[in-house]
């Protein structure tokens, strides 16, 4: 995972309505997200989190958001390198940034850095998303149904795989069954690191899944009257 960029760091809530205004997103959803007033919502800047995200790239809306993972705070500085695991096994699994490792669900980046494990809890709402490229968007995601199925959406016509930060690898690695052992050692280092938009490597004794991953950069904290 890349550290956070120091133009997404600098936001303030006029940076916010900046960075938009330079990202080619259409007036009026630069006025959404941007500007207050009645009747509009009105975001503000946060510390970037990041969203690891299933889904079809081409998608601008769809199901399954209950599934995704959440990341408060850069996990890739907090992490420890595949090099250094057997220091974190020493450790007792602990990471000197506090978390724990589990051996039976970890994460990676495309780096092979070890990542302390996101939060499952999505919270319905509206947030300023990017990839750190062309596009930004506002998504939505929605309240869980019955079924416990939450939808989510993109304004204005864009696309997951446009608000998809490709540098950012990540893949979520657990045992193939109860007897099977899904252990970092087991890596490959020369499988890393991952080129952009690459899929993560394979790691013996394990299933993986890859996420795509989204920058955070704002959330609604006015919704319209």
Not at 55 to 82: I, M
């Amino acid at each position: 995972m890349l550290t956070r960029r120091n133009a997404l760091l600098g936001l303030g809530t006029t940076g916010l309505a900046t960075a938009l205004a330079s990202t080619g997103l259409p007036a009026s959803a630069r006025a959404e997200a941007a500007k207050p007033g009645k009747g509009t919502p009105v975001f503000r800047r946060v510390r970037t989190e990041y969203i690891a995200v299933l889904g079809d790239p081409k998608a601008k809306s769809g199901t399954g958001a209950e599934t995704w993972a959440w990341w408060y705070k850069d996990p890739g500085p907090r992490g420890v390198h595949l090099l250094q695991y057997d220091d974190l096994v020493a450790a007792g699994g602990r990471a000197r940034y506090g978390w724990t490792f589990d051996k039976t669900d970890w994460w990676l980046d495309e780096n092979g850095i070890i990542m302390e494990r996101p939060t499952f809890d999505v919270v319905p709402g509206r947030y300023v998303v990017t990839g750190d490229r062309e596009a930004v968007a506002i998504m939505t995601i929605h309240p869980a149904d019955d079924t416990g199925t939450m939808r989510w959406e993109l304004s204005h016509d864009v696309t997951l795989h446009d608000v998809t930060h490709m540098p950012c690898r990540s893949a979520r690695y657990t045992p193939v069954s109860e007897v099977s052992s899904c252990d970092p050692k087991n890596a490959d280092l020369k499988d890393w690191p991952v080129k952009p938009g690459g899929i993560m490597p394979d790691i013996p004794g394990c299933n993986r899944q890859d996420y795509h991953v989204l920058f955070v950069i704002g959330r609604e904290v006015k919704k319209p009257a």
